[in-house]
């Protein structure tokens, strides 16, 4: 199970860093890819920052959860998914569910539960960890 989690843990953390580096260094591309419409510099700048921090960020949590083995890197990982599939959820309420967007929901609980499966198998190795 150890090997399962670390090849999925890993395989997530290498999927966000990617994106958010594309989100990065070709925001426009992501953008179209994404249905966002930056308006001008700043909705450029909004891509990069807030997609691709975001995308960098979980891809490190897991990165650093995977090589420390500290599960709370995994919880935070899995936490910020969680946040953005919520997100959606509302959105699913209040405009009604696109296709687009359910698929991509779908593909973050994905994500929660692979981040949470591995939180769980790889537990914190350090003893003063609580």
Do not use: H, N
């Not at 925001?27 to 179209?32: E, G, T």
């Not at 949590?61 to 599960?71: H, M, N, V």
């Not at 967007?101 to 949470?116: H, K, S």
Request: net charge positive; hydrophobic share 60%.
């Amino acid at each position: 199970m150890k090997i399962a989690a670390r090849i999925l843990v890993g395989l997530v953390a290498l999927f966000f860093v990617a994106w958010g580096l594309r989100f990065y260094f070709a925001p426009q591309a992501m953008a179209v890819e994404f249905f966002v419409t930056p308006l001008d510099p700043g909705g450029l700048s909004t891509v990069r920052g807030d997609l691709g921090g975001m995308f960098v960020a979980v891809g490190a949590f897991a990165a650093l959860g995977l090589r420390s083995g500290y599960a709370r890197w995994l919880t935070a990982a899995a936490a910020i998914v969680g946040a953005v599939a919520f997100g959606r959820l509302i959105g699913f309420v209040v405009d009604g569910p696109a296709p687009t967007a359910v698929v991509a929901f779908v593909v973050e609980l994905v994500f929660v539960a692979i981040l949470i499966f591995g939180a769980r198998t790889l537990r914190d190795v350090s003893p003063t960890s609580a």
